[in-house]
Every structure is written in structure tokens, then in C-alpha cells.
């Protein structure tokens, strides 16, 4: 079992900056890659940002590239975003992912933090 816990949301202004962090807890030797998806009010869950537990190669959705930076520290189990330049429709609850390997099919389980609310005001 993995745990995720999620910090560093809050309320801030459109062009402010905020870093949320997560920290994985429990089995998570078999990492694989973890990340933020965000789900704004009466839209669906999307994928924001991801990171390879491996060699660190991120994904990055369009709206966010260029503003948004994820990176990872495997000694603590944590990924962190960056969040620059934040814009009124970066207002979400942002939940943090982790994709883990296993040994029988599908091959892979996700866990999911509580979600961290950011709200960026114009």
C-alpha cells in the first residue's frame, strides 16, 4: 500500500507562483512514475504533469508548458510542481499520482493523494 500526501496549495493572484509538494509513503520501491492531475469545477480529471521515477523524463500538458516545472527527489519519495505565471484557469484541486509496477497483469496500480485546492484569482 502507498500513501500520498499532497502540501502547498493555497489562494493566490493571477502571475503568482505556488510549489506543491507530495510525498510518497509505504511499498513504493516499484515506483514508475508519479505526477499532478488536476480537476477544476465541472470539468473532468486531467493529467497536468509527470515525471519517470527512472531517468527523470517529464511530460508536460500544453496549457502548462513553459509555466509549470515537475521534478522529483527518489531518496525522499517526493515530486514536487513548480508553478509559475498562474493563471485563473490553473484553479483546480491538483492530486498527486503515483503509478506503481507490480508483478502480475495489468503490470501497474495507480494511488492518488486527497487533492490540494489552488485557487488563482484575476
Known amino acids: 500500500q502507498v500513501q500520498l500526501v499532497e502540501s502547498g496549495g493555497g489562494s493566490v493572484h493571477a502571475g503568482d507562483s505556488l510549489r506543491l509538494s507530495c510525498v510518497a509513503s509505504?511499498?513504493?520501491?516499484?515506483?514508475?512514475?508519479m505526477g499532478w492531475f488536476r480537476q477544476a469545477p465541472g470539468k473532468e480529471r486531467d493529467l497536468v504533469a509527470a515525471?519517470?521515477?527512472?531517468?527523470?523524463?517529464?511530460y508536460y500538458t500544453d496549457s502548462v508548458t513553459g509555466r509549470f516545472t515537475i521534478s522529483r527527489e527518489n531518496a525522499n519519495n517526493t515530486v514536487y510542481l513548480q508553478m509559475n505565471s498562474l493563471k485563473p484557469e490553473d484553479t483546480a484541486v491538483y492530486y498527486c499520482?503515483?503509478?506503481?509496477?507490480?508483478?502480475?497483469?495489468?503490470?501497474?496500480?495507480?494511488?492518488w493523494g486527497k487533492g490540494t485546492l489552488v485557487t488563482v484569482s484575476s
Open positions: 499520482n503515483a503509478d506503481l509496477l507490480e508483478a502480475t497483469h495489468p503490470y501497474f496500480r495507480a494511488y
Open positions: 509505504g511499498r513504493t520501491f516499484s515506483t514508475y512514475t
Open positions: 515525471v519517470a521515477w527512472t531517468d527523470g523524463s517529464t
